[in-house]
C-alpha cells in the first residue's frame, strides 16, 4: 500500500511538474560575427533555464549588419531582444521604433555591454606588405578590407578607430584626420554590408591585404584558418568598442516574454555567459573571468567613443549621417 | 566570371611564365618580379569585380525581397507588399447577355399581355470591384453596380464591406455583402452555371444586406459557421445602402460542413448544411417590405403581392443545402421555405402564408476537367492557333416554386379572392427546366447559353375562383462573360 502511495505521489508530482512547464521560443536579432558566441550561449542559457523554471526556451537567431538589423526591427521584426554593435543602432529602437525605453542603457550594468572588443588587423601570412600599424593602411598599393560604415556597426568602430588614430597622430587636426580617413577609404576595392561579408571577402574570396576587424572575428579567422594562413596585427591604437544588449519592451510584453528575455540578458553577466564570451573571443567584463582570460588578449592603447567623439550620437551625427563625413570622404 | 577570370590569369600567368624564361636567360630578375607583382595586380582586380558583381546580386536579391510584387497574369491584375500584408486587386466582371421568348407573357410588372416578353441584348452585370488586405489580416471589398441590376437595387453599391480575419475561426464581416444563406447565391456571380440562378437563390433567399456577421471555418476548415445581423431584406431583396426602413432587425445563421474535404476519395467533393433568417418586420403602404415579385429565368414577373399587401410580423426562412462534385461532374440541392406574416396596410386580416423553392442542377464538363463550386479552369485555353478549345460543360436543372394557397384568399382563408394577391395576374406556382451549355475560352472569358422552359398554375387571367393558366415561358438566355 505504501509503495502504491508513493508510486502515486511520484506520478502526480511529475504531472504537476510537465503541466507547469512551458515551451518558449525567443528572438535574438544581432549583429553579423556573434552567430559563434550566441550558439553557444543559447545552449547554456537553455539548460540553465530549464533547470531553474523547469520551461523550454529555444532562442532563435538573427545576424546581419548592425544598422540594417536595428532598421529591421524598427520595420517590425519582433525581436524579444537586441544584441547589437553598438548603442546608436539599439536607440533607434526607442527614437524611431518607440519599442524600448530611452534609458534602455541603464537597466543593466556597463552601460548595457557584457562584452567587449576592439578593432585589430587581420594580414595574410608572412605579412607581405609589412603592415604594422594605421599608418601602413593608407599606403599607395595596399588594399584594406572594410564593410560600409552606412549598414555595419563593426565598419563604424572601424572607421572611428582609424580617425582617433589620425587625431591623436596630428594632435587633433581634424582637417588631418579627414585626409587620413579618406585615403584609408580610397584603398578599399569593395565594401561589404557586413563585418562577417568583408571576413569572406577577405579570407574566402582572397581580397586585400588587410581586414579591419572585430577582435573575436579575427581570433575566429585564425582559429578556422589556421596560423599558417593569416596573422593577427595589434595597431598602436584602436577603439574600445561596446557592444550593448536590451530586451524589446513592446515585443516582450506582447509576446508575454519579458521575464524569459531579462533573465538571457542577464544571464550574459554571469560566471558562465562571461566564460562563454571570453571563449569566444570577447573581452569579459567580469574581473573574475577577465583575469582567468587576460593573456588571450593583447594590451592596446584602446581610447572610448565618449571621449574622442562625445558619443555615438555625435559620432554618428558627424561621420556617418546623410552628407556626412563618410559620404563626403568616400563619394570622392 | 570566374571561367573568364581564370582565363586571364592562365594567359597572364604564361606570358609571365615566358617572359621570366627570356628574363632568366637574360638573368633579368626585375622583369620577372614587375611581371609577378602585375599578374597580381591584375588578379586582384578581377577579384575585386567579382566580389563587387556577388554583393550587387545579393543587394538585388534583397531588395527583390522589399519590392512590392505587381501581378498582371491569368490569376488576375495587382499588386501587393512584398510581405503579402498589403495587396490591392482590381477586379472586373462584364455579362452581356441576349434573350429570346418564344413563348410567354411580357411586359414589366404583372401583365396579362398574351404576347411574349420583348427579346434584345442586356448588361446584365458590370461590376468593377476593388478588393484588398491591409496589414495582412484586413480585407475589404467595394464592387459598384452598372448593369441591369443598377435599377433593381436602389443604389449602385453590391458590395462594399471590411472582413477582419482574426483568427480562421473568428472573423468579422460588416458593410453590404451576401448574407451566409443562400447555397447558389455564395457562388459568385461569374461562377453560376446557368444565366440566372433558381427561384430559391433568386426568390426567396435574400441577395445582399447591409450588416454585420461572425463567421469562420473550424475543425480545419471541415465546418464552416456564420451568425449575422442584418437590416432585413425582403424575399430576394437586395438592400438600399440607406438607414433601415424597419426597426427590428433580422438575424441569420448558418452552418456548412465538408466532412470528407481531405480524403482523397469519391465523397471529397461532398458538402452539405443548412441556413436560417428570422426577423419582425412591419411594412406601410409606401414601403410594404415585402417582395417586388418573383421572376421566371427571363426576369418576367409572374407574382406580385397586391398593392396594399404588407409584411406585419415575423419572416422566418429556412434554407437545407448541398453540393457535391467528382471529377468533371457536380451537382447543387437547395430548399427554401419563408414563413411571411402579412397583412393589408388598412388591416384586412393577419395572416401567415408559407411560399417555398427547391432546385436541383447538374453539370458535367466534357473536356475532363474538375468540377467545383468555384470557376472552372480549362486544361487547354481556346486557340485558334495552337489548337486547344477551352473546356466545355453541360448543364441541366430543375426548379420549383410553390406558393401558398392562402396568399390567394381573404382574411379568414375561407374562398378565393384578391385581398392580398391575385391569381388572375399572379401564378401560384412555377416549374423550369434549364438546359444548357457553357464554353469556357480560358479562365477569365464564357459564353453560356441556355434553354429555359417555365410552366405555371394561374396568373393567365380568368377569375380568382377560375384562374387560367398563364402560358410557359420558352426563352433561350445567351451570355458572353469576362470576369478576372
Known sequence: MKKITTGLSILLTTLALNAGAAEVTLLNVSYDPTRELYQDYNAAFAKYWKAKTGDTVTVKQSHGGSGKQARAIVDGLEADVATLALAYDVDQLSEKGKLIPKDWQKRLQHNSSPYTSTIVFLVRKGNPKKIKDWDDIVKPGVAVITPNPKTSGGARWNYLAAWAYALKKSNNDEAKAKEFVTQLYKNAPVLDTGARGATTTFVERGIGDVLLAWENEAFLAKKELGPDKVEIVVPSLSIVAEPPVTVVDKVVDKHKTRAVSEAYLSYLYSEEGQTIAAQNYYRPTLESVAKKYDSQFPKINLVKIDEVFGGWQAAQKKHFNDGGIFDQIYGK | ?484
Not at chain 2, 88 to 106: E, S, V
Not at chain 2, 175 to 197: C, H, M, N, T, W
Not at chain 2, 338 to 360: L, M
Request: glycine share 10%.
Open chain 2, 1 to 484: 566570371m570566374k571561367f573568364k577570370t581564370k582565363h586571364i590569369i592562365t594567359l597572364l600567368v604564361s606570358a609571365g611564365v615566358f617572359a621570366a624564361s627570356g628574363s632568366a636567360l637574360a638573368n633579368d630578375s626585375d622583369e620577372l618580379e614587375k611581371l609577378r607583382a602585375l599578374v597580381q595586380e591584375l588578379d586582384q582586380k578581377v577579384r575585386v569585380l567579382d566580389r563587387k558583381n556577388e554583393l550587387a546580386e545579393e543587394a538585388a536579391a534583397t531588395k527583390k525581397k522589399e519590392t512590392p510584387i505587381v501581378n498582371a497574369s491569368e490569376k488576375g491584375f495587382g499588386f501587393k507588399s512584398a510581405d503579402g500584408a498589403f495587396e490591392i486587386k482590381l477586379k472586373g466582371l462584364i455579362q452581356a447577355d441576349y434573350r429570346y421568348f418564344n413563348q410567354g407573357f411580357g411586359g414589366t410588372g404583372i401583365n396579362t399581355t398574351n404576347t411574349p416578353a420583348a427579346d434584345g441584348f442586356l448588361l446584365r452585370r458590370i461590376r468593377p470591384t476593388i478588393e484588398g488586405t491591409v496589414f495582412d489580416k484586413y480585407d475589404f471589398r467595394f464592387t459598384p453596380e452598372f448593369g441591369e441590376n443598377k435599377t433593381t437595387s436602389n443604389s449602385g453599391i453590391v458590395d462594399a464591406y471590411v472582413d477582419a480575419r482574426f483568427t480562421p475561426w473568428f472573423q468579422i464581416r460588416a458593410g453590404k455583402f451576401k448574407p451566409y444563406v443562400g447555397l447558389e447565391r455564395l457562388q459568385s456571380g461569374a461562377d453560376i452555371k446557368f444565366v440566372e440562378r433558381s427561384y430559391v437563390t433568386n426568390a426567396l433567399l435574400p441577395n445582399r444586406d447591409v450588416g454585420a456577421s461572425i463567421h469562420g471555418d473550424v475543425l480545419d476548415g471541415k465546418l464552416t459557421y456564420a451568425l449575422g445581423v442584418f437590416n432585413g431584406v425582403a424575399d430576394g431583396g437586395d438592400a438600399t445602402t440607406s438607414a433601415d426602413s424597419n426597426q427590428d432587425k433580422d438575424y441569420a445563421a448558418r452552418i456548412f460542413t465538408t466532412p470528407f474535404k481531405d480524403d482523397a476519395n469519391v465523397l471529397s467533393g461532398l458538402g452539405f448544411g443548412i441556413a436560417t433568417t428570422y426577423g419582425d418586420v412591419k411594412g406601410t403602404a409606401a414601403s410594404t417590405n415585402l417582395t417586388s415579385g418573383y421572376k421566371t429565368d427571363g426576369q418576367q414577373n409572374f407574382f406580385q403581392y397586391a398593392g396594399t399587401t404588407i409584411a406585419d410580423g415575423k419572416r422566418l426562412r429556412f434554407a437545407p443545402q448541398a453540393y457535391y462534385y467528382y471529377g468533371p461532374f457536380g451537382v447543387i440541392a437547395e430548399y427554401a421555405r419563408v414563413s411571411q406574416e402579412i397583412n393589408t396596410a388598412a388591416n384586412a386580416g393577419h395572416k401567415t402564408v408559407d411560399h417555398d423553392a427547391w432546385q436541383i442542377a447538374g453539370s458535367y464538363l466534357i473536356t475532363g476537367e474538375d468540377a467545383s463550386f468555384k470557376g472552372v479552369k480549362p486544361k487547354n485555353a481556346f486557340d485558334l492557333d495552337n489548337g486547344g478549345w477551352g473546356a466545355w460543360e453541360l448543364v441541366a436543372r430543375y426548379s420549383e416554386l410553390n406558393l401558398d394557397e392562402d396568399t390567394f384568399k381573404n382574411a379568414a382563408n375561407t374562398a378565393f379572392a384578391t385581398t392580398y394577391a391575385s391569381r388572375i395576374t399572379s401564378a401560384t406556382s412555377a416549374s423550369s427546366w434549364t438546359a444548357g451549355v457553357n464554353w469556357y475560352l480560358n479562365p477569365e472569358v464564357k459564353l453560356a447559353l441556355d434553354y429555359e422552359q417555365t410552366s405555371f398554375e394561374a396568373g393567365g387571367g380568368g377569375t380568382a375562383t377560375n384562374p387560367i393558366d398563364r402560358k410557359d415561358e420558352r426563352a433561350v438566355l445567351g451570355r458572353f462573360q469576362i470576369a478576372f
